[in-house]
């Protein structure tokens, strides 16, 4: 199990704001930074609302941010596989119950007033995932609560065949990770990310790229996704301006190294399986 930042934030509902219902997929009310910067920069605060922060509850009380994830649904939440199984260490040998999922939050390791906590009922890994290649690296949170919807928390889309991404869209990348250059590690910082060709990520990865997985950043002056943005999605706006998931933070080298793109595992393809297991948990996808 990855660990990384330990923090000592109580596990407290802080959330006031009123819910709301029929909420529309991909349009949060303050809307993202959009300008075309090279390196990252502090999130408007509330423009990523379907941004979740998965943390783990250690023996001393503190909690480690195990990675983020995405709002589908009232009980769904997307994130990647390696969040609960990988070399060493399966689901079985995590005690979910002291985890959290952290909804409507911007800073790292400071309450906010929006926050809500939220706790996992089960998770549900693809089925074919591979803990060594990172193949089919997806999986679903189903909540014990439901999510309520309001300015701060709202779900993202999923994208289908009619939104496909190509090589040179620029989509962002939101995250808690050190990824982003921006001197402040602790707030929701983004970055824009040129979809690339398949082949650019195959030379620096050689056979790492999969069919299951798209590449975008940057090969020259830019830290691609740390360990606490695994899970992150990959945002593409599409012409009638909602936002859509193209992508899951899943595989890369150290977070340090500028000059190297990211792996990401494409959405898209993944679509049918998440509508029919969100459906057979009792929480259909509504967009």
């Not at 649904?73 to 969040?83: D, F």
């Not at 899951?248 to 977070?255: F, P, R, V």
Request: some cysteine; charged content about 15%; hydrophobic content about 35%.
């Amino acid at each position: 199990m990855k660990s990384f930042l330990l923090l000592a934030l109580p596990a407290v509902v802080l959330c006031q704001l009123s819910p709301q219902t029929n909420v529309p997929c991909g349009t949060p009310v303050v809307q993202p930074i959009t300008k075309r910067i090279v390196g990252g920069r502090e999130a408007a605060q509330g423009s990523w609302p379907w941004m979740v922060m998965i943390v783990a509850l250690t023996n001393d009380l503190q909690f480690i941010v195990e990675g983020s994830g995405s709002i589908l649904g009232t009980h769904v939440i997307l994130t990647t596989a390696q969040h609960f199984e990988g070399s060493g260490f399966s689901i079985f040998d995590l005690d979910l119950r002291h985890w959290q999922l952290h909804l409507g939050n911007h800073h790292l390791n400071t309450r906010d007033q929006n926050q809500k906590v939220y706790h996992i009922r089960k998770v549900i890994i693809h089925p074919g995932y591979n803990v060594t290649s990172l193949r089919d690296d997806i999986a679903l949170i189903i909540t014990q609560e439901p999510i309520e919807y309001n300015d701060h928390t709202r779900p993202a889309c999923l994208p289908d065949v009619f939104h496909r991404y190509h090589v040179g869209d620029i989509c962002y990348l939101p995250g808690w990770g050190s990824t982003l250059s921006t001197g402040n590690e602790d707030v929701l910082n983004q970055v824009n990310m040129p979809i690339l060709d398949d082949g650019v990520c195959s030379r620096h990865f050689r056979d790492f790229l999969s069919d299951t997985e798209l590449c975008a950043g940057y090969e020259n002056g830019i830290k691609e996704f740390c360990p606490n943005d695994l899970g992150s999605p990959l945002m593409c706006k599409d012409r009638n301006g909602r936002w859509y998931i193209q992508g899951l933070a899943s595989s890369g080298l150290d977070c340090h190294i500028a000059k190297y793109p990211g792996v990401y595992e494409d959405v898209s393809l993944y679509s049918d399986w998440i509508k029919q297991t969100m459906a057979s948990s009792g929480y259909p996808y509504q967009y």
